[in-house]
């Protein structure tokens, strides 16, 4: 029987073939997905481009701090390329190899029909013995032997019988199995270079490359900040209760980012030493020699903050040294800003646990928060907003306050009639008016809508000392564009704005009148009346349907008492009489005819007595009549709403559901982090438009939820907040805001107010937790009771 037989490669075949499915299988989709291509420009993109010189700059810059991307997708294509090469050059070489288990033919071999006599086999074997026989100059050793064997097969017997059996003139041979991998690896001679190359590839690289991208990881945090920037943060905002502007400056300049120890990319050059002398002394209220405390008073702290006032107040600065550390510092402060209000909000949540001494109070996280679009605009927080659109400097903020007509706002200038905002900006020419209103028309328009509710109870909209407050903000987002010629919504803020005033002025002149004893007794009896009011109405909504279908019931009986007596007696005296006959039929027929003559002497009695009040019943019972009719149509009309209420609530429910479902499919789907882009200029990356939401008591100067940054409002984006109403019941008025990280004169705050009442006292008593002494009784007599209520061989003996 023949046996089996694992050895090496030693030709190459099974290797190359190898190669070549593994190339093809790393080939065929690489090409498909990495192999560069041309991005289609979006002609809506190039329409709406902005022209201006800042914008100009800009796109150069972007272009210059990018130059590896040309060199990136030339490298790429020479990869791909190279690798279609060698995978043709791997088919080619298979193709030429020979392989011993192709079928074994002697006729085909010696170029000879089947059948052919033995003599004409000879004369062939001769013939081509003589063209490749070793020893002659076109000798081919291999076909030799091949052309031995197909002769024995065709002139031995022996041969031929097994040639016609297995296919071979030798017998049945081993089954082989090639190992794709050359022999010389297992080579003695060749055994220290493979051991060396194991233990360099896994013993050495693998390690040092595991390890150095852990000692880099574990330095920074989730947001790509380093670990020891944080502390740093912690250290310095938990040291006051508020901490201006310009002291947020100062701390975010001292980030380790900026030091060459902790990030290579800075670079220390030495023309610092003449030039930032002469930058930092034209900045305004710079304070170099105010702060003394390390690391704000270190040279790169220093540095990055003189550079972060030069950007604010846009200094143009050398183009080969201050301005690449500008812009590189600047690329930077967004991600640092987020962790600057991230870990503000965390000392304020310690602050309410009382695990910090301080609580920060609001002015500390929006100062941190204003910083960020003053970063991305160029500008400090005193400059007008208008300066944020293109070819506005500060010379030209005059045109807006005109006498005529006076622009407040962006929102404003959007909502002018094309000719009034020409007329404004007519210090511009055609071209650059047109960049500007572009511009204007990207800009975000925010629709800020705000719900309050309790979730997961039954009267969502009252709020109780302690519970959780879900506060649902929907934001949707529209271009200015749409408000370009609309003045509605002007409109509608200044007739807000009156009401607000009217009522301001109105509140004095009440509390200007003198009040009797009389008039303070009188309201003080109608404030305790409004008072019960409310109370019995919020009982009536806090309470089930069911209830208040038998509080309906009972109200209409109430006023239909009188009216339902007279007819209730009759009834009654029917229903009496037919159990008295249901009794007689279960007695002697003597006692039958004796009961039967007294009730038809009563029945004579009581028929005379309701003849002589007919005239008198007869209103009451048409009456009687006609309230059940009225009370059977008010009691459908009651059941078509309560089902039609019934309706409506369970598709509220399933809205829920379906919300809070598709939320949580958002959440396991990931946040993205790209919105809209935004107009700026001095900013060296692409920005996109990111929002803060959080709610906020203005009066306590306090943040009482952790601000949710929006980083994909792209149309819709509707957020939630919880917080703990408040442990004393009485009147709260709370702010929602809205903060952008991008634009300045875009913020927004909605006011909420709770009136939050006294929390329910905890049920010490249900009737469900009450078991009943009967209840004990009955278990008792089935623990006692062991008797079995099938037949046992004991009963049968009995």
Known sequence: MAGQKFQYDESGATFFYFLLSFLALLLIPGTYYWWPRKQKEDPKALASECYCPGCRKKKLVLQSTKPWELMKRTCIKVIIIGGWVLLAFLAYKVSQ????????????????????????????????????????????????MKLTKAYQALTDD?????????????????????????????EKENSVWVLGLYALVFMIALPTTVGMWWYKSIRYSGDKVLLETSRMYYYFLHKSNSIPLKRVIMILSASLEFEK????????????????????????????????????SYNYSIKARALIHAHLSRLVLKADTLDLDRMYIVKKCPYLIQEMVGVVSQLILLAYAQRVPRLLNIETIENCMKLCPMVVQALWEYKSPFMQLPYITEDHIKHFDNKKKRVRSIQHLAQLKNEDRRSTLKFLSDSQYEDLVKVLGRMPYIDFKVRCEVIDDEATTVYTAGAIVTVTV??????????????????????????????????????????????????????????????????????????????SGKGKKSGNVKKQKATLSASAKKKIKKKEKLEKAKLGDS????????????????????????????????????????????????????????????????????????KKDRVLEGRTKQSHLVHSPYFPEEKHEYWWVY??????????????????????????????????????????????????GFDQMHDIKLDVKEAPEPLTEHPQWDISDEEDDTKEEDKQSDISEFTTDEDVED
């Open 97 to 144: 190899f020979d392989y011993e288990s192709a079928s074994f033919d002697p006729y085909d071999i010696l170029n000879v029909p089947i059948g052919t006599s033995e003599k004409v086999i000879k004369k062939a074997y001769r013939r081509l013995s003589l063209i490749y026989h070793p020893d002659k100059e076109t000798g081919d050793e291999k076909k030799f």
């Open 261 to 296: 120890k902790y990030n290579s990319e800075i670079v220390e050059r030495s023309s610092d030493e003449y030039e930032m002398p002469q930058l930092i002394k034209q900045l305004y209220n710079f304070g170099e020699k105010a702060q003394k405390e390390p690391p704000l």
């Open 695 to 744: 709610l906020s008591d203005r009066k306590s100067r306090t943040l009482l939820t952790v601000p949710y940054h929006v980083t994909e409002l792209v149309d819709e984006e509707e957020i939630q907040l919880k917080f703990t109403a408040p442990r004393w019941p009485g009147v709260y008025v709370f702010a929602v805001c809205l903060r952008s990280d991008s634009y300045f």
């Open 591 to 662: 006692e039958i005819k004796e009961t039967e003559d007294k009730e038809q002497l009563k029945d004579n009695n009581v028929s005379s007595d309701d003849d002589s009040d007919s005239d008198n019943e007869s209103s009451s019972d048409a009456s009687g009549d006609e309230s059940e009719k009225t009370d059977a149509e008010e009691t459908t009309d009651d059941k078509k709403k309560v089902s039609a209420n019934n309706d409506d609530d369970d598709d509220d429910d399933w809205d829920k559901f379906q919300s809070g479902a598709n």
């Open 474 to 551: 929907q934001l949707k987002r529209r271009d200015m564009r749409v408000l370009f010629g609309d003045d509605s919504y002007a409109d509608k803020h200044h007739i807000e704005l009156e009401k607000n005033a009217a009522k301001e002025t109105e509140k004095p002149d009440k509390l200007e009148k003198p009040m009797s004893n009389e008039d303070v007794i009188e309201n003080s009896e109608n404030v305790e009346n409004k008072e019960l009011k409310d109370d019995e109405k919020e009982k009536k909504a806090t309470k089930g349907i069911w209830q208040q279908k038998r509080q």
């Open 158 to 186: 022996e041969s031929r019988k097994n040639w016609e059996k297995y296919g071979n003139p030798d017998g049945p041979g081993a089954m082989s199995f090639g190992i794709a991998l050359p022999s010389w690896i297992v």
